[in-house]
């Protein structure tokens, strides 16, 4: 069975620095696309980051470019999500997902700025 | 940027009885390998998201024949046949074909 458990989320002041992380288990995660989903109570769903399989392609919102970065260590079948910079409105919970049509969801990992 | 309208955004039930959500996008979602990748989920209060429905009208593994997945195009909808108590929770569609500018709609509330 597909696993994704993120963990990392905590609560923070603005301008701290925090790193997510996803351990996934039961696909090949090297072959796969993983995503970052966030949702906050204002903005919805909010796609934040993507890797594409074999790391060919990333991707990140405008919302954060320059101050996340995705990336993810196939020895360890672990996706993170390196969050610097970090603003009050990227408070919100932080859900990792596969594929390009977000097959499976993990169970989220809360990240509060004030 | 494709815009992704649902209505209703909120929507009161009667078990057993129908219900019909309907999701629109700004531009059409057909992508150039001739595949619509619209998306549905369903999320339970204190849950996380469980996708229902892929490229429109595929149902996922598990998940009951009360949900069906239609439409083409710009216009999609989802239907559950008959409500049941576990059917509440929020409810949003998703364009995966302008990937990685995923687009998601605001969400319905279901409601018994």
């Known amino acids: 069975d597909v696993q994704l458990l993120e963990s990392g989320g905590g609560l923070l002041r603005p301008g701290e620095s925090l790193r997510l992380s996803c351990a996934v288990s039961?696909?090949?995660?090297?072959?796969?696309?993983m995503s970052w989903v966030r949702q906050s109570p204002g903005r919805g769903f909010e796609l934040v980051s993507s890797?594409?399989?074999?790391?060919?392609?990333?991707y990140h919102a405008d919302s954060v470019k320059g101050r996340f970065t995705i990336s993810r260590d196939i020895s360890r079948d672990i996706l993170y999500l390196q969050m610097n910079n970090l603003r009050v409105e990227d408070t919100a919970l932080y859900y990792c997902?596969?594929?390009?049509?977000?097959?499976?969801w993990g169970q989220g990992t809360l990240v509060t700025v004030s | 940027d494709v815009v992704m309208t649902q209505s209703p955004l909120s929507l009161p039930v009667s078990l057993g009885q129908p219900a019909s959500i309907s999701c629109r996008s700004t531009?059409?979602?057909?992508?150039?390998?001739?595949?619509?990748?619209l998306s549905w989920f369903h999320q339970r209060p204190g849950q996380s998201p469980r996708r229902l429905i892929y490229?429109?009208?595929n149902r996922d593994s598990g998940v009951p024949d009360r949900f069906s997945g239609s439409g083409s195009g710009t216009d999609f909808t989802l239907e559950i046949s008959r409500v049941e108590p576990e059917d509440v929770g929020l409810y949003f569609c998703?364009?995966?074909?302008?990937?990685?500018?995923?687009?998601f709609g605001q969400g319905t509330k279901v409601e018994i």
């Open positions: 997902t596969i594929g390009r049509t977000a097959d499976s």
């Open positions: 039961g696909f090949s995660f090297r072959e796969s696309l």
């Open positions: 890797i594409s399989g074999y790391d060919a392609f990333k």
């Open positions: 531009q059409s979602l057909v992508h150039s390998d001739g595949n619509t990748y």
């Open positions: 490229k429109v009208s």
């Open positions: 998703m364009e995966g074909t302008y990937w990685p500018l995923w687009t």
